[in-house]
């Protein structure tokens, strides 16, 4: 957690006062699609089911939540529409392959934005509906999706734990 907080408040810095995003920012993201999918591989096909308690939602379903919630605040940004639509089931048998697939266009999608936002665009209020802010700028919303894929990726290394499965390697 203290490591997030770090990326965060040095990214942070990568945001402010920049013409558009900052090449090392765009680094980190490249960086973060390649750990969150090694994240995703290292997790069996026929575990994409699995739920740490009921409570929680499935590991399919959360690696989904990464993939859409990121483009749909990028989109957001960008004035378009979502890049790509996620059916309501998915069948168990092909669910890795299809989140895998979602989570890579979902990255790359994201990662073409940051060198298409506009300083009005990062500058820009939007409304999100965040625990503390009903409008953020698209700098904020840029890092706060970075950091909300770190955070949702620690939660799918702890599925792979309870399944006795080591987690890939920190990257940063």
């Not at 697939?101 to 506009?118: G, H, M, R, V, Y």
Request: aromatic share 12%; hydrophobic share 45%.
């Amino acid at each position: 957690m203290l490591r997030t907080f770090v990326v965060v408040i040095l990214s942070l810095g990568a945001l402010q006062g920049q013409a558009g995003i900052d090449k090392e920012f765009k680094k980190d993201w490249e960086t973060s699609k390649q750990f969150t999918l090694a994240v995703a591989e290292a997790m069996p096909a026929e575990k994409y089911g699995f739920k740490v308690s009921t409570e929680e939602m499935p590991f399919a379903a959360l690696m989904l939540h990464i993939a859409t919630s990121q483009a749909f605040r990028f989109a957001q940004i960008a004035g378009q529409p979502m890049p790509f639509e996620v059916p309501k089931t998915i069948p168990k048998d092909s669910a890795k392959p299809f989140v895998m697939k979602l989570l890579a266009q979902s990255f790359d999608f994201c990662i073409a934005q940051l060198d298409a936002f506009t300083q009005e665009q990062l500058g820009r209020l939007y409304k999100v509906d965040w625990y503390e802010r009903p409008e953020v700028t698209g700098r904020q919303l840029v890092l706060g999706m970075f950091t909300h894929t770190a955070h949702h990726r620690g939660q799918a290394e702890v599925y792979l734990r309870a399944n006795g499965i080591q987690p890939p390697a920190y990257r940063f």
